[in-house]
């Protein structure tokens, strides 16, 4: 058996054959009990999880990601060296689904880097078909930042060089060859890069195997395990099933140790609203950009695509043997149940959650433009999507702000999806949200905004470190392709 198909264009009418052999129907038998403090309770979620899954939720354990090691290390930079290929992934028990990988594998290897010391990654196109990669949240030269029409070609290899010289975040990498986005990504293009920095380590934050990046994302599947993809340009894909780092709703084993846990929504175009057991507090501390100035108490974290959120979680709070189910209360009901901690014995504790502030975000200097983007669909000759009107036009440049300035953009959304907008390159701040307040947890770094239907949201990019092309689009990925995506140029 060998499912890959080279060219995107291949894969439409092959995937339109597996649909209709209908989902892989099995029945969910176990699970969507939450045990607090010795006492079982079934809750709403878990019972309507029970219900609606198409697969047994809490079988497997949560798998974590291997760290990718570099090859060489030479004063002042860490040499990577990866193979982008096709692998299989056992993804569902005793199935094996083709993906493509990073080292073939789904997701891809962690790297984790530190400020002040840079990366060279690099990437060999070992697939039949262009891709290339982009580090999603990073400060990255424009050469170097995987803009859609920098493509490495089958049998290629290219050294992205990333200087780390931003604070702390968790990052990502994913495949941005134009028009295919939704397919490599779904079927496994992706990874996480995540930045430490002193200023982290100063603050006594949970490290190693209590600093957990959680990787978000729904999928179908057919009868032989593969995954399924229908495309829906309107709506974006939407799975039945809701993976963590590759596995369908896991467990994770826990001490009674405060843990850091780092979500990333890497759907194509599902957004979570996730909640911890009945209503229990997560401490963010965290957003795409880095650390908050302060932390902020939540009982519900909502993430839009390629939006990350980190939180403290303290299992102290829990007896062993408590298990506490992570909810999404967004969504169609086999999509509630995320995963589930198990909590076992501890010992000492040497990491806290901080209680004052964590840091001190830079002021911007004033805006000296003001824009505004309409994000809509456009009907005529095929379901396209707009910015301002526009569509992704390599040879156009959509707008030239000048290197170390910063503006007032306003998404100003009319249609009925969301869009989660995406800034390559440099940072934002939200200024306004025309549907309430900006929230606590959404006042740090961002690059990445989920606009809601009806809403107008205000953000300040500032066009900094970098001069150069760079692009902006939705990260729903299904509207990035066709063709939400406009091109800027910083000028010095
Ligand atoms: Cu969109």
């Keep these: 058996m060998n499912p890959f198909r080279p060219p995107a264009d291949a894969w439409s009418r092959r995937d339109f054959m597996r649909n209709s052999m209908g989902s892989f129907a099995l029945l969910c038998t176990i699970g969507g009990t939450e045990t607090l403090g010795g006492k079982k309770v079934v809750t709403s979620a878990a019972r309507r999880a029970r219900a609606a899954l198409p697969f047994a939720p809490f079988q497997r354990d949560l798998p974590i990601m291997p760290l990718l090691s570099p090859?060489?290390?030479?004063?002042?930079?860490?040499?990577?060296?990866?193979?982008?290929?096709?692998?299989?992934?056992?993804?569902?028990p005793g199935f094996q689904t083709p993906i493509y990988g990073y080292e073939g594998i789904y997701p891809?290897?962690?790297?984790?880097?530190?400020?002040?010391?840079?990366?060279?990654?690099?990437?060999?196109?070992?697939?039949?078909?262009?891709?290339?990669?982009?580090?999603?949240?990073?400060?990255?030269?424009?050469?170097?930042?995987?803009?859609?029409?920098?493509?490495?070609?089958?049998?290629?290899?290219?050294?992205?060089?990333?200087?780390?010289d931003q604070d702390a975040a968790?990052?990502?990498?994913?495949?941005?060859?134009?028009?295919?986005?939704?397919?490599?990504?779904?079927?496994?293009?992706?990874?996480?890069?995540?930045l430490h920095d002193e200023r982290e380590r100063e603050l006594d934050l949970p490290r190693d195997e209590y600093d957990v990046p959680l990787i978000l994302a729904d999928h179908a599947f057919n009868k032989d395990g593969s995954f399924r993809y229908s495309e829906n340009?309107?709506?974006?894909?939407?799975?039945?099933?809701?993976?963590?780092?590759?596995?369908?709703?896991?467990?994770?084993?826990?001490?009674?140790?405060?843990?850091?846990?780092?979500?990333?929504?890497?759907?194509?175009?599902?957004?979570?609203?996730?909640?911890?057991?009945?209503?229990?507090e997560m401490v963010q501390i965290a957003s795409d950009g880095g650390l908050l100035a302060w932390p902020v108490r939540r009982t519900s974290v909502p993430l839009h695509p390629a939006e990350r959120i980190e939180v403290l979680?303290?299992?102290?709070?829990?007896?062993?043997?408590?298990?506490?189910?992570?909810?999404?209360?967004?969504?169609?009901?086999?999509?509630?149940?995320?995963?589930?901690?198990?909590?076992?014995?501890?010992?000492?504790?040497?990491?806290?959650?901080?209680?004052?502030r964590m840091r001190t975000l830079e002021r911007l200097p004033a805006p000296n433009a003001s824009r505004r983007w309409d994000l809509t669909l456009a009907t005529t000759g095929g379901v396209q999507w707009r910015i301002a009107g526009r569509g992704f036009d390599p040879t156009?440049?959509?707008?030239?702000?000048r290197l170390g300035s910063t503006e007032l953009w306003q998404w100003h959304n009319p249609s009925r999806r969301v869009h989660p907008m995406h800034l390559h390159g440099m940072l934002f701040r939200i200024v306004e949200r025309s549907s309430g307040v900006v929230h606590r947890g959404e006042r740090g770094w961002k690059d990445t905004i989920g606009v809601l239907p009806g809403e107008t949201?205000?953000?300040q990019p500032w066009f900094a470190p970098y001069s150069g092309k760079y692009v902006f689009h939705c990260h729903a990925l299904e509207h990035g392709d066709k063709a939400m995506m406009l091109q800027l140029e910083v000028v010095a």
């Design 313 to 356: 979680v303290d299992f102290r709070d829990f007896r062993p043997g408590s298990e506490i189910v992570l909810h999404n209360d967004a969504g169609e009901s086999s999509t509630k149940a995320v995963m589930r901690f198990d909590v076992v014995r501890g010992g000492p504790e040497d990491a806290r959650i901080p209680r004052g």
């Design 71 to 92: 090859v060489v290390s030479e004063p002042g930079v860490d040499v990577y060296d990866v193979d982008i290929r096709e692998g299989l992934a056992e993804i569902l």
């Design 108 to 164: 891809g290897p962690t790297i984790r880097a530190r400020k002040g010391r840079a990366a060279i990654v690099r990437q060999s196109n070992r697939l039949a078909f262009d891709t290339n990669v982009h580090l999603h949240g990073g400060y990255v030269p424009a050469a170097h930042d995987g803009h859609p029409m920098d493509i490495i070609e089958p049998g290629a290899k290219f050294d992205y060089s990333y200087p780390n």
């Design 233 to 280: 340009v309107d709506l974006g894909f939407r799975g039945d099933t809701i993976l963590v780092n590759g596995a369908v709703t896991p467990r994770m084993r826990v001490e009674r140790r405060i843990y850091r846990l780092r979500f990333l929504n890497a759907s194509n175009a599902r957004s979570y609203d996730l909640r911890l057991g009945q209503g229990r």
């Design 396 to 401: 156009r440049i959509d707008v030239r702000p």
């Design 170 to 194: 968790f990052l990502w990498y994913h495949d941005h060859a134009h028009g295919r986005t939704a397919k490599t990504l779904y079927y496994g293009l992706l990874g996480a890069y995540i």
């Design 457 to 459: 949201v205000t953000v």
